[in-house]
């Protein structure tokens, strides 16, 4: 059996958590990232991402197809947008240089703010630079990597020889990764299993399960039970992406539940806590005393307590000054899933499918969580911005089993009105 998922971090993890579960059974099920597992079936060291390359090839044609006046520019969505845009809705697709048309003429679910065919044609002319300074440093990019192993699983079969495979967090996948492991499954029964949320999707996509050749109506189910979170911290978490629209695949039946009414939870327990200080002082010198009291409880040890952050800039200050306190610390790139007696610190984002007793989100003000929108951004981008920065944080707050922490400097942010910690 292959247990996969996007995020690469997470199958180690599960790997640990499933071998103190079930070592008898551990030697049959394979835990690898899609992106890794990927690697293993094209093989070979020419289709290995050089990151640097990559990013180089990029930069080069974004300074070749956007020059200052260009209709790209003059958006002012940063080039990190249009990056997004190759590959999640090109590439992602596995549209290749030869699909001009389909692009110009295709939904782009997923992305806020609607191009005219004047912009997506620079940004067609974008991807084929981009694509071209790719073959000439002789690399290629992760999306690349699951497009060679979806064609070679698709013609020579699967050499990893699986019986079934089991995707989690499917919904943040590609069109590409989801044919892939599709392709893995082949048209055994019951030999593919999504498992997905579509309220903690972070990325764009737009794809039909149904298109892929994947058909899930009358084979869908809920799962209804929430075994790790407080009645209270649903509640909460629920407010945060509250009329947000979300996709769970492609059972109408389903998707006309409402998300709140279709989950049940028995446990209840503390409202969760929004603190707001005066200054960032005295934000982390409270922040650090309720770690300390976190830590001194009977049933907590330094290991049940995350501290979950919007950015590795602030990671990396957390885990600092924790460890300052001479307290253990470890960051989630670094997490493994063995036990270890250290407070966990680490992103929204990093934190998907991880749980913890405790979690504590530090710095959630305006600033820091970017409420107000960039220069040059415009209203439909600046919300496809923020609603994504809502399901992070909606990310952040279910991995808490019991308490939930989230201090700001002044007032807080607009994502976190204080009328959505109030459990009534």
């Known amino acids: 059996m292959l247990f996969t998922t996007y995020i690469r971090t997470l199958p180690k993890v599960l790997e640990t958590l499933y071998r103190r579960l079930s070592p008898d059974t551990a030697q049959q099920v394979t835990f690898m990232s899609v992106h890794a597992y990927a690697l293993s079936v094209v093989g070979g060291p020419k289709v290995r991402p050089d990151v640097e390359q990559v990013d180089a090839a990029f930069n080069e044609a974004w300074r070749q197809a956007a020059p200052a006046g260009s209709a790209l520019r003059e958006l002012g969505l940063g080039k990190g947008y249009f990056r997004d845009e190759l590959a999640w809705i090109i590439k992602g697709r596995g549209l290749t240089v030869e699909d001009r048309d389909t692009y110009l003429s295709s939904p782009r679910t997923g992305r806020g703010t609607a191009f005219a065919k004047h912009v997506r044609e620079e940004i067609w002319d974008l991807f084929v630079l981009y694509e071209r300074r790719l073959r000439a440093r002789k690399v290629v990019d992760f999306d690349d990597v699951l497009r060679f192993a979806r064609d070679q699983v698709r013609a020579r079969g699967d050499p990893g020889g699986f019986d079934a495979v089991i995707v989690d967090e499917a919904q943040d996948l590609t069109q590409v990764g989801l044919e892939f492991l599709a392709g893995i499954a082949g048209d055994r029964q019951d030999g593919l299993l999504l498992l997905g949320d579509g309220q903690q999707s972070l990325y764009p996509g737009g794809h039909s399960l149904g298109a892929i050749g994947i ?48 989950i049940d939870v028995s446990r209840r327990g503390e409202v969760p806590a929004i603190r707001r200080f005066a200054s960032v002082d005295d934000h982390d010198e409270e922040l650090m005393l309720a770690i300390e009291q976190l830590a001194a409880r009977e049933d907590t040890d330094l290991g049940d307590i995350g501290v979950l952050a ?91 089993r019991d308490t939930v922490w989230i201090g700001h400097v002044g007032e807080p942010s607009a994502l976190l009105s204080p009328a959505s910690w109030s459990a009534t």
């Open 310 to 400: 919007p950015s590795t800039a602030l990671v990396r200050t957390y885990a600092a000054r924790i460890s300052e306190l001479g307290l253990a610390c470890r960051t989630l790139d670094r997490y493994e899933g063995s036990p270890s007696n250290e407070v966990k610190v680490g992103t929204f984002k990093r934190s998907k499918g991880l749980e913890f007793k405790h979690v504590l989100v530090p710095r959630a003000e305006p600033r820091v969580l970017r409420d107000e929108p960039s220069a040059g951004e415009d209203e439909a981008t600046h919300q496809e911005r923020l609603d994504r920065t809502r399901r992070e944080l909606f990310v952040a707050v279910t991995r808490a």
């Open 215 to 262: 058909d899930v109506r009358g084979r869908s189910a809920v799962l209804r039970l929430n075994y790790r979170n407080t009645w209270e911290i649903v509640a909460a978490a629920n407010r945060i992406v509250a009329g947000l629209p979300f996709d769970d695949g492609d059972d109408a039946e389903l998707q006309q539940i409402d998300p709140v009414e279709r």
